[in-house]
């Protein structure tokens, strides 16, 4: 009797030490680069989760590096008060068929807060690349092979991953340029440093419009519906049968954070995933939002698991790891 009170005044001690959660700024980790796709994803989502959270300030930190895992496992080590969280795209499940020895545990190290967005991506090309469509791109490829080079944001990045699909299906290899995250890697395609690069379409579709890359085809199975994408032409439509690269985004809380926290985290996750400004953000650049039962942790943590399942065996046939 005496423990059961015990545990009782325990629990409502704990709870009412995050009863005022969040009262203070809270830094959500974007494993990537500034300016690119997943930190434009985050600042945009801070923007509108920082009403729900009571209108705390959200700092975006940008801990870009190794396709994203530096960023996570700073996260899976932080202090589990709800202060620190991590938004994270595709790169979680991939990362732990593309690295031996990793620093975290994709499934055991984190409270799964909800998933965000589903977001396609575009092959794209350097400006002075003499082709103007998937056909000419093939000749150009074929003119030039061993010479070619394709950007990404490191091993276990989807522009990584995009690019090793590309280079395998094709049976063609590039030299890889690994950058912390597409964002300065747009910057060296538009300057014509690298070819290539496989990148989400919430960081192409502007640079698409305005005609400052060349635009190929999209990864996704299906044409995309958004106005400067629509003409793109599916990889699979080109000939590479069954080719489909989309990748999603979720949040992530270090293991043991209180559920008290975890609760508010989704609940305002949800209220920030139907603001207007953030949808019609996020529908512009092609990106669409999850409103299906992923928005509640633990199938967001189910999902995740099966997408390490799916694509630990494509990776280990393509056949690339890091250390
Ligand atoms: N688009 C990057 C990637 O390749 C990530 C980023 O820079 O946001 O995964």
């Known amino acids: 009797m005496k423990q059961l009170l015990l545990a009782g005044l325990a629990a409502t001690l704990a709870t009412s030490a995050f009863a005022e959660y969040p009262d203070k700024p809270i830094t959500i980790v974007v494993p990537f680069s500034a300016g690119g796709p997943t930190d434009k994803v985050a600042r945009d989502l801070a923007e509108a ?54 620093a975290y545990d994709t499934l055991g190290d984190f409270e799964y807060l909800g998933m965000v967005n589903e977001v396609p991506m575009t092959l794209v090309g350097k400006p002075t690349l003499p082709a103007n469509n998937y056909a000419e791109l093939l ?81 996704s199975s299906k044409r995309l519906t958004t106005p400067a994408l629509k003409t793109l032409p599916t990889l699979d439509e080109s000939g590479l049968k069954g080719f489909n690269v989309s990748i999603w985004h979720g949040m992530y809380a270090p293991k043991g954070t209180p559920k008290a926290v975890t609760d508010k985290i989704n609940a305002a996750l949800r209220v920030a995933l139907k603001d207007a400004e953030f949808i019609k953000r996020e529908e512009a650049l092609g990106a669409v939002i999850v409103t299906d039962a992923r928005l509640n942790g633990e199938e967001h943590k189910k999902f995740v698991a099966a997408e390490i399942a799916k694509w630990g065996p494509i990776i280990k046939a393509a056949g690339q790891y890091a250390d």
């Open 49 to 102: 989760l920082r009403k729900p959270m009571g209108g705390q300030s959200i700092i975006i930190e940008n801990v870009g590096g190794a396709g994203g895992t530096l960023g996570a496992a700073k996260v899976a080590k932080a202090s589990n008060d709800g202060y620190t969280l991590l938004l994270h795209h595709i790169g979680m499940s991939t990362a732990p068929a593309l690295y031996r020895k990793m």
């Open 139 to 219: 000749k150009w490829m074929d003119a030039n092979k061993g010479k070619i080079n394709l950007a990404n944001a490191g091993l276990g990045a989807a522009s990584h991953l995009c690019g090793l699909l590309f280079q395998s299906t094709l049976k063609i290899e590039m030299q890889t340029v690994p950058y912390k995250g597409t964002g300065p890697a747009m910057t060296d395609l538009l300057g014509g440093q690298v070819d290539l690069m496989c990148d989400q379409t919430t960081n192409t579709t502007s640079q698409i419009e305005s005609g400052k890359v060349k635009a190929f085809a999209v990864t």
